[in-house]
């Protein structure tokens, strides 16, 4: 029986602390490298986008459309909204990251919640699952107490 004067056995509370950071990471490491997979893919993509509507728009090729100032003006809102998924999918590597190191768990969180989200995500096809997998990983209590 333990009296409330003993001195606690630091050396168990310590490998006991290690064990859950090293199963939480275990659990969390697919999850993670999934979901910077999936928004590096969607940052590649969105880089590509730019470029082809940065030489759209500098080559004169948009002046073969019928109405090229409305045309202009789709291709400017797209980079403007490309530019919202391109910063989610940053945010999105940098949470996959931070998931490894069992850091900031509430934005490696919501970084996964937002990539389910079909128009903020990067690849929604991919992103839809994988989101809900870092989710219900994340959800699970021996995982959100491993984070630091």
């Not at 275990?26 to 969607?42: H, T």
């Not at 789709?74 to 490894?100: D, E, H």
């Not at 990067?122 to 994340?138: D, N, R, S, Y």
Request: proline share 5%; with cysteine.
């Amino acid at each position: 029986m333990l009296h409330p004067y003993d001195i606690p056995n630091l050396g168990a509370i310590r490998e006991q602390h290690q064990q859950l950071k090293a199963s939480a990471q275990a659990a969390l490491r697919s999850p993670a490298i999934a979901m910077i997979v999936v928004a590096g893919a969607g940052a590649a993509c969105q880089i590509l986008a730019w470029g082809i509507d940065v030489l759209l728009l500098s080559t004169g090729a948009i002046e073969q459309f019928d109405n090229p100032a409305v045309k202009r003006m789709q291709i400017l809102v797209r980079m403007f909204l490309g530019l919202i998924v391109l910063a989610n999918c940053v945010f999105s590597i940098w949470a996959g990251v931070q998931m490894q190191r069992l850091q900031q768990h509430q934005l490696c969180w919501l970084a996964a919640v937002l990539l389910c989200i079909p128009a903020l995500g990067p690849c929604v096809c991919l992103g839809i699952p994988f989101g809900i997998w870092a989710i219900t990983v994340l959800n699970r209590s021996e995982v959100a107490e491993a984070f630091d």
